[in-house]
Every structure is written in C-alpha cells, then in structure tokens.
C-alpha cells in the first residue's frame, strides 16, 4: 500500500472540524464511570489522551446518557449534572493540549434498562413492550418498559439538548447522537418497538419523527456543523434484524436526515462489506442517497477503509476494538505495521 499517499491520513474539513486525518475512534461502551455519580475519572483521562496524541482525527466518546433514566447498565458515565461536566472537561482539555478532537456520544437506552439501574424508575419505551434479552454486566432480564407519553417526549428531546449544549460546556468540539442498535431513538425507528397510533407512530416515515425532532433541537443548540446522526437496522436485543427493503429504508432515513438540516452520518454495521440489498452494502447505499459526510464502519482494516475512501463511499473511517488493543493505531497505519490483535479477556476490563 501506498503508506505515504494514503487518503485515510490525509487532513479532511468535517463540518467545524479541521481533522488531521480521516481516521476515527469509534465509541465504545467501557463502564468505568463511578456508578453512582456518573463521573470519569483519571483513567478515563488517559485512556482518551493517548489516543488523540498518537494522531488520531476524531475521537468519538462512549456513550454518555443523557438522564439517569437514559442508564443502561452499571458503570455508565453521564452530562447532565455539574460534577459530570467538570469530569469530562478533565478529558477534552487533556486531548486538546496533544491536538486532538473529541465528540460526545449522547445516549437514551431507553427500554433496554431495569428499574434498578434507571433511578428506581421503569424504562422508557414508545410502547410498553418489553425486549428480550438481559441487562448487560447486571445479568437481569430488561424490564417491560413505560409508554411515553407527549409530555415525556418532548422532557427527553430537551434532556438531549441540554446533553448537548453541556457536551459544549464540557469542551467537547460536538456530538454524535446515537440513533442506532436498538437504544430509544431506534426504538421509535422500528416497527418491531414502536406500535404507537399517534405522529411518533405508524410508517416508517412517521416513526422517524422522533429521531427529527431530536436532531432538530441539537442542531439549534450547538449547530448541524457540530452534530453527526448514527443509526443502523442493528439492534442489540433483536437478533439477524434487517429492514424488509433496505434501500428504501435507508433512503426514507436520508430524506429525514436532510429535513432535519444534518449533515454528517455515521451508518453503523458489524461488518463493512456485507452486501443487503442489490450489491450493495449499507454504506453505498447510504451514499447512493447521501452526499453529505458519511463515517465508515464495521470491522475495518486500513486496506478496506483506504479503498472505501478512494472510491469515495465514506469520507472517514471508524475503528473501535482495535483501538483498544492499540492505543497506537494512526502510528502503525502510517508505518504499514500490523495491528496486536484484539483479546477481550483483556482489553474489555482494562483502559489501555
């Protein structure tokens, strides 16, 4: 490969963002938070600093809710109190004094919780049905959730605005707002959780009206520049899942992203190359309809990310569980070395 002419370690302007190149750290969920507070501390620090100062272009957080009902397990950071922000700022001022940039994922699990772990409260659905499948680390069954109501609706799109505008606060350079896996936004997405008759229900049209609206009160509080969207037909609790008609699926999902005035996406799949519908993988099809930013991921490697951004499927491209494995990872793409291989037994349990 061509090391030094690479499209992936190239500099990209990303809506505010001027990356050194086009290499991402995707989230990935750690549990090191205080349980009871929320709050990250020194390790989380270091865990990000290294990272950004290897030279990577975009670091995007691990989920961090947005409310303590938004909780999906134990260990779980969150930015919605005072003591949570100033913890995160410890982390952005760290990755910005080695030159990086860091977004904050901001997070509603919403059925995909206990009562236990969501402030003694029942989860939060747009139906009251239940999913199958069990608390992560707490090894309990998830509990059937509470419809929302209107009101709770629109409580949660401000509990994801304020998440931002704290990310902002927090020094954090935007958001990605999690729309993807099965958590609440793709809970309203999907007719498999979503059996509402009023407008957050219905078609898959109008079952995207929340995810709208979401992304609409983000984008007023800290600007479509500053804001990326992640969503996908993977869902946590709902096995070997696919839309019916993937192509007019993603396409009715790009129409909504541009009426929401978004302008980066980031298409989310375990695997980059798996084909679902005419040839074509989730991330052609995405930018078939998408001519905005799009973030590739989904077991990448540099060959296949270098490829896929020369053809110009994808302007970034996302790596997570090698990036634990290798806190080093832009340095042994610059140089052509190969990655240490990923072992769970270690690197789920101990920040690197």
């Keep these: 490969m061509r090391i030094g002419k690479m499209q992936l370690l190239q500099p990209i302007q990303m809506g505010a963002w001027n990356l050194r190149n086009?290499?991402?750290?995707?989230?990935?969920?750690?549990?090191?938070?205080?349980?009871?507070?929320?709050?990250?501390?020194?390790?989380?620090?270091?865990?990000?600093?290294?990272?950004?100062?290897?030279?990577?272009?975009?670091?995007?957080?691990?989920?961090?809710?947005?409310?303590?009902?938004?909780?999906?397990?134990?260990?779980?950071?969150?930015?919605?109190?005072?003591?949570?922000?100033?913890?995160?700022?410890?982390?952005?001022?760290?990755?910005?004094?080695?030159?990086?940039?860091?977004?904050?994922?901001?997070?509603?699990?919403?059925?995909?919780?206990?009562?236990?772990?969501?402030?003694?409260?029942?989860?939060?659905?747009?139906?009251?049905?239940?999913?199958?499948?069990?608390?992560?680390?707490?090894?309990?069954?998830?509990?059937?959730?509470?419809?929302?109501?209107?009101?709770?609706?629109?409580?949660?799109?401000?509990?994801?605005?304020?998440?931002?505008?704290?990310?902002?606060?927090?020094?954090?350079?935007?958001?990605?707002?999690?729309?993807?896996?099965?958590?609440?936004?793709?809970?309203?997405?999907?007719?498999?959780?979503?059996?509402?008759?009023?407008?957050?229900?219905?078609?898959?049209?109008?079952?995207?009206?929340?995810?709208?609206?979401?992304s609409q009160a983000v984008i007023a509080e800290i600007g479509a520049d500053r804001t990326i969207m992640r969503f996908s037909a993977l869902k946590d609790d709902v096995r070997d899942y696919m839309w019916e008609d993937p192509d007019a699926a993603i396409q009715t999902f790009v129409e909504a992203f541009k009426e929401s005035g978004l302008t980066m996406i980031h298409p989310s799949t375990m695997d980059f190359s798996q084909v679902i519908s005419d040839g074509l993988t989730l991330h052609e099809i995405a930018r078939k309809y998408w001519d905005g930013i799009i973030i590739g991921v989904g077991n990448l490697n540099p060959e296949l990310a270098e490829q896929a951004v020369e053809a110009e499927t994808i302007d970034a491209a996302a790596f997570g569980r090698p990036f634990l494995a290798n806190p080093d990872l832009v340095s042994r793409v610059s140089q052509g070395e190969e990655f240490i291989a990923f072992d769970a037994s270690k690197h789920f349990h101990v920040l690197v």
């Design 22 to 214: 086009r290499i991402v750290m995707a989230p990935m969920t750690r549990c090191f938070a205080d349980n009871e507070t929320g709050v990250v501390g020194p390790d989380v620090v270091e865990y990000y600093r290294k990272r950004a100062a290897d030279g990577v272009g975009l670091i995007i957080s691990e989920g961090i809710t947005i409310s303590p009902r938004a909780k999906g397990t134990i260990g779980l950071p969150g930015l919605y109190t005072e003591e949570q922000i100033k913890s995160w700022k410890k982390v952005t001022d760290a990755v910005h004094q080695v030159g990086g940039t860091i977004i904050a994922q901001i997070w509603h699990v919403g059925r995909l919780t206990r009562h236990e772990i969501a402030g003694g409260l029942p989860p939060q659905a747009p139906s009251a049905i239940q999913a199958d499948g069990h608390v992560h680390r707490l090894g309990k069954p998830y509990d059937t959730p509470e419809e929302m109501s209107i009101a709770d609706i629109k409580e949660v799109i401000q509990q994801y605005a304020a998440a931002a505008r704290n990310a902002i606060t927090a020094g954090f350079d935007g958001v990605e707002i999690h729309g993807a896996h099965g958590y609440l936004i793709d809970q309203f997405n999907s007719d498999v959780s979503n059996h509402r008759q009023d407008k957050y229900g219905g078609d898959l049209r109008q079952r995207l009206t929340f995810m709208k609206e979401v």
